[in-house]
């Protein structure tokens, strides 16, 4: 008899081929919400999860019995409860290395729209101001030859520097658990206390994952060591930063602006004051968001769930 799959991402025609090839599959469109009800209605026959985005809590996983693995379509596992998976012998997978370069681009892309207003300028040309050349209110900053520093300086902050020192020439920073040689070597950066860090940098780029250590890590204390001229970028997890001291920072001119493509609460109610900043281009966590690295993804967390179900170690298994 087929295992059977609960599924709450929706897949291309030839994965949910693949995937349907091996296992029952149950489709839930929207499981924090609407689909709420279907999904725990499925739990209890489900040998398999394969989704991301959803808060698995221990009332959910109490409704699934029989689960063997869950397979995150996601390099961030801050949605699960690692040890009591563990506990349960339920196996977690992710998908990392496939979304690293994409999520880099879009790091970068936050680094070049924050310098150069480019969302700003690009609303004004659109909102029909363009009546003359513009003048030094309208100037950004360069990127090219500034400081970039980056904290969490794994598979994506590498990524991140290798942009930035080969394609704009600039130093880099980085602050991390321990120092990197093997980057310090290619990128001639180097690893600094944080506080040190905070204050040597011009752009400041959050790409680390979010744990109990890293909640709250920069506050209005990390936000004051940083100069006016600061833009800060996170395309981490929003909860790494406290969001309330940023909107301050960023509307008392404590730095220049924000890149931010993840929030404390996502979507990012449309009340929010960053939405009122022209010092703010906001994304719709879109770091890994292309055809391409999200079929890759995709692929990625089909082939490791199919592992676990079929016994075997799946590549990306994240409990220890
Ligand atoms: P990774 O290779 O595991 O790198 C994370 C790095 O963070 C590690 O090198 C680690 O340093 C460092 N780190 C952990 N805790 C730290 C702390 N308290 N202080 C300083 N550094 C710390 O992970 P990755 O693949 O680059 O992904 C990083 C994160 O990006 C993910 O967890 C996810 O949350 C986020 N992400 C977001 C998007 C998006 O759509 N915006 C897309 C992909 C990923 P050590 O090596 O020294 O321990």
């Known amino acids: 008899m087929k295992k059977h799959v609960v599924l709450y991402k929706k897949l291309s025609p030839a994965l949910l081929a693949r995937l349907g090839d091996q296992v029952d ?19 209890p026959q489900a040998h398999g999860l394969l989704g991301a985005s959803l808060k698995l809590d221990a009332a ?38 496939v979304l690293t370069e994409t999520t880099a681009d879009t790091g970068f892309a936050l ?27 309208h100037f950004g900053t360069d990127v090219h030859g500034k400081t970039l520093g980056i904290i969490g300086m794994g598979r994506i902050g590498e990524a991140l520097a290798q942009r930035g020192h080969f394609g704009f020439g600039m130093p880099v920073i980085y602050h991390s658990h321990s120092p990197k040689p093997a980057v310090d070597q290619r990128f001639g950066a180097r690893h600094c206390g944080l506080d040190e860090f905070l204050q040597e940098a011009d752009f400041i780029c959050l790409t680390l994952p979010l744990t109990a250590e890293t909640t709250g890590l920069i506050g209005a204390r990390e936000l004051e060591l940083m100069g006016p001229d600061s833009i800060f970028i996170n395309i981490s997890r929003g909860k790494v930063v406290d969001e309330k001291a940023l909107i301050h920072a960023l509307q008392t001119g404590q730095i220049r602006a924000a890149g931010l493509d993840v929030f404390e609460r996502e979507p990012l109610e449309p009340t929010s004051p960053l939405l009122t900043l022209d010092n703010v ?27 676990a179900l079929r016994g075997d170690r799946p590549q990306n298994l994240v409990n220890p």
């Not at 310098?115 to 300028?121: G, H, T, Y």
């Not at 079929?295 to 490791?304: G, L, P, T």
């Open 25 to 43: 599959v149950t489709y839930i469109e929207d499981p924090a919400s609407d689909g709420l009800a279907r999904l725990r209605e499925a739990l």
């Open 60 to 97: 959910l996983l109490d409704l699934a019995p029989h689960l063997e693995a869950v397979s995150s379509v996601s390099v961030g596992v801050d949605n699960y409860d690692i040890a009591d998976l563990t506990r349960r012998g339920v196996q977690l997978t992710n998908t990392p290395d």
């Open 111 to 137: 680094i070049l729209a924050t310098a150069r207003r480019v969302v700003e300028l690009a609303n004004l040309v659109r909102d029909g101001h363009w009546t003359a050349s513009v003048g030094p209110t």
């Open 281 to 307: 281009v906001a994304t719709p966590h879109i770091g890994s968001a292309t055809h391409e690295t999200r079929e890759a993804m995709a692929r990625c967390a089909v082939d490791n769930l199919l592992a």
